[in-house]
C-alpha cells in the first residue's frame, strides 16, 4: 500500500514511519512549511525540517518539503482573528487539520496515495459499515477534539498508526531504535505556529487597546487590560489582579470591558447549558431524522476528561445539557460530541451561547 506520512519532526509522527516501515508499506514522507506572518525567519521549522531530514535517511525514504503558505494565513489564521476580533474563542488547531492537513495537501499530494498516516492519537473504527473517528487509547494525548472538523470522505483516506499506543510506549520505541528525536519536547503551540506566542501574534495583527476589567457583581473597576481579544471566558490566569482567583466571566465587545468574578467557587464561571451551531457529522448523523434526546459525552476544551450530557435537536440549532457544571463556557468554542461510551467521536458544533 502506498502510504504518504506527514511527518512534523516529532517523536510521534517518526515512531509512525518506523511502524509502517516495520509493516512493509511504501511510504513516502512529506512535512508541510508555513511561512510566519513577519520578517524573523521560522528557525522552528529549519530544525523540524532538519530532525525529518534524519528521520527520512534512517530509513531510506523520499521526503518532500511542500509550502502552504497561503492557504494557511488565508484560511486558518484569518478565521481565528475574525472570531477573536468578534471576541469570540477560536480553535486553530480544528481548521488546520480540517483545511491545511486534510484539505488542501489531500487535494494536491495526498490523492496520489492509497492513505495518508499521521501521528495524530486517535483511532478508527468501523460500525454498521461506516467508518468512525475514534478515540485513542492514551486519554491524556487523545487528539479526537482537534479532528472533530474533518469530513467523512477526509476519513477515508487517514489512518493514525500510533493511536493504539500510549504515549510512553511511543517514547519508548523511539529510544529503542534510537531515533534522533526520541527525546525532544512535544510542541505545545498552535497548529504550525510553533513557539511563537500568541497573544504576541495577535498584538501584531489586532494591536492593543485598554480596557477596563470590572467586578460584576459589583461594577467596580479592578484594573485594565490592553484589548478583549487577549482574554477569553473562563481564563485565570494573566489578568493582573490581586486578591484572586478571578475568573472572565464575560466581555462586552463594543465597549472593550472586561468583566471578572472572584473566588474559586464563584457560580458565574459554571454553566450546564449550551446552544450549538453548525453541527457537523464527521460519518453522518448517528441519529438520523430523530430529535432526540440523546445520551452523549462531550468537551468543550482539549482535556482528558469526558463529560456527561443530553443532546437534542430544538430548530436549527441543538441544544446540550450537561449533567455536571461546566467551566468555562466560552461562544465560539466547539463542543466535541461523543457517544455515550466516550469511544466514538461524532463531530462537532460551534457554541453560540
Known sequence: MKIAVLISGGVDSAVVVHKLKELGEDIHLFYIRIGMDNDEGDCAAEEDIEMCNLIAHKYGLPLDVVSLHEEY???????????????????????CNRMIKFGFFEQRWGREFDMTATGHYATTDVVDGVKYLATAVDPVKDQTDFLAQITGEQLQHLMFPIGNLPKEEVRRIAAEVRMPNAYRKDSQGICFLG??????????????????????????????????????????????????????????VDDNIIYVSGGYGTSRQYGREMKLAEMHFISGNPWHDSDGPFEITFKNRHTPVFMKARLSRVGDEWLLESYQDVQGIAPGQYAVIYDENSHLCYGSAVISR
Do not use: C
Not at 484560511?75 to 486553530?92: D, F, I, K, Q, S
Not at 485598554?210 to 467586578?215: L, M
Open 73 to 95: 494565513w488565508d484560511n486558518v489564521m484569518e478565521y481565528a482573528l475574525r472570531t477573536v476580533r468578534a471576541g469570540l474563542t477560536p480553535n486553530p488547531d480544528m481548521m
Open 195 to 252: 513557539q511563537i506566542n500568541y497573544n504576541d501574534f495577535l498584538r501584531r495583527h489586532l494591536g492593543e487597546k485598554k480596557g477596563a476589567i470590572i467586578e460584576i457583581e459589583t461594577g467596580k473597576k479592578l484594573g485594565e487590560h490592553k484589548g478583549f481579544w487577549f482574554h477569553t471566558i473562563g481564563q485565570r490566569k494573566g489578568l493582573g489582579l490581586s486578591g484572586g482567583p478571578w475568573y472572565v466571566v464575560k466581555k462586552n
